[in-house]
C-alpha cells in the first residue's frame, strides 16, 4: 500500500516536459489533485487530458506579475514542485552571456518568484510540502556547466535555507538532485552522460524521495556517490575525475 502524500493538491511549475511532465502524471497515480504549469499553452494542456484531474495555469516564471497572476489562479494548494530548468552547455573558453543570465534568471530568480508567492501562504497555514527540483551538478564546479550549476547549486542552497527557517513550523521541506535526464535538454550534450534515465525513471526517484520525507535526496545511484561524496574530496581531485571533458 502506498505511503500518504504530504499534500493534497500539488502546483507543479515546469510541468509541459521531462521530469515535470513525468512527475504529473506520477502524483495522480497516488491520487493528487494537480495544478500544472509552464509557459507552453498547448502541451499543457494536452497534459491535462491525460490525468485524472489536473487544470493547466500558463506561467512565465522570470515575470513577477505572471507568476503573481498564475498562483490566484491556481487556487488552493498544499504542495509545490519547482522543476523548472534552463540548460544551455556553456564552458568559460566558450561564454555566452545570454544563455548564462537565460539560466539565472529562469532557474533561480524563477523559483524566488514562485517561493515569494507560496511560503508566505504556507507559513499562514502552518502546514505544506516544497520539492526543489536541484542536480548533481549544483554539489561542485563542473566543467561547461557555467549558469547551470551555479543556478542549481543556488536552488539547493535556498532550499536549506527554508529548511531551517521552516523547522519549527508543519511545513515539509525537500529537494531532489537528479543526475542526467533524457530530455530535448541534454539531447545538446555532446559527451556521454553517465547512468542516462528516462523521465519516467527520474520521477519514480522522486516518489521515493517523497515518501522517504528525506530532506536531500541525489539520485540515480551509484553516480550520485561521486558527487555527494565529492563534496568532501580536495576539488583537485574531484575535478580530476572530469579532465576528459575540459
Not at 160 to 182: H, W
Request: glycine letters at 8%; charged letters at 20%.
Amino acid at each position: 500500500m502506498s505511503k500518504e502524500l504530504p499534500a493534497k493538491r500539488y502546483w507543479i511549475i515546469g510541468a509541459s516536459e521531462g521530469l515535470g511532465r513525468a512527475l504529473a502524471h506520477a502524483l495522480d497515480k497516488r491520487g493528487a489533485s494537480l495544478v500544472v504549469s509552464a509557459r507552453s499553452e498547448d502541451r499543457l494542456k494536452d497534459l491535462v487530458g491525460e490525468l485524472r484531474d489536473a487544470k493547466a495555469v500558463m506561467v512565465d516564471v522570470t515575470d513577477p506579475d505572471s507568476v503573481s497572476h498564475a498562483a490566484k489562479q491556481a487556487g488552493d494548494f498544499d504542495g509545490i514542485v519547482y522543476s523548472v530548468g534552463a540548460y544551455e552547455p556553456m564552458k568559460a573558453t566558450e561564454w555566452n552571456g545570454d544563455a548564462a543570465r537565460l539560466m539565472v534568471n529562469t532557474n533561480i530568480t524563477g523559483c524566488l518568484n514562485i517561493l515569494g508567492e507560496v511560503v508566505p501562504k504556507f507559513v499562514e497555514a502552518n502546514r505544506g510540502h516544497i520539492a526543489l527540483i536541484g542536480s548533481l551538478s549544483g554539489f561542485r564546479g563542473l566543467p561547461g556547466a557555467v549558469g547551470y550549476g551555479l543556478s542549481k547549486a543556488a536552488v539547493m542552497h535556498t532550499a536549506e535555507n527554508l529548511r531551517i527557517d521552516l523547522s519549527k513550523t508543519d511545513i515539509l521541506v525537500q529537494r531532489m538532485n537528479p543526475g542526467f535526464i533524457e530530455t530535448r535538454l541534454t539531447e545538446k550534450n555532446e559527451f556521454d552522460m553517465p547512468q542516462l534515465m528516462s523521465p519516467e525513471a527520474a520521477a519514480n526517484h522522486v516518489m521515493r524521495a517523497i515518501d522517504s520525507r528525506r530532506f536531500s535526496y541525489s539520485f540515480p545511484r551509484p553516480f550520485s556517490w561521486l558527487f555527494t561524496v565529492g563534496q568532501h574530496l580536495p576539488l583537485s581531485w574531484f575535478q580530476g575525475f572530469f579532465k576528459g571533458l575540459v
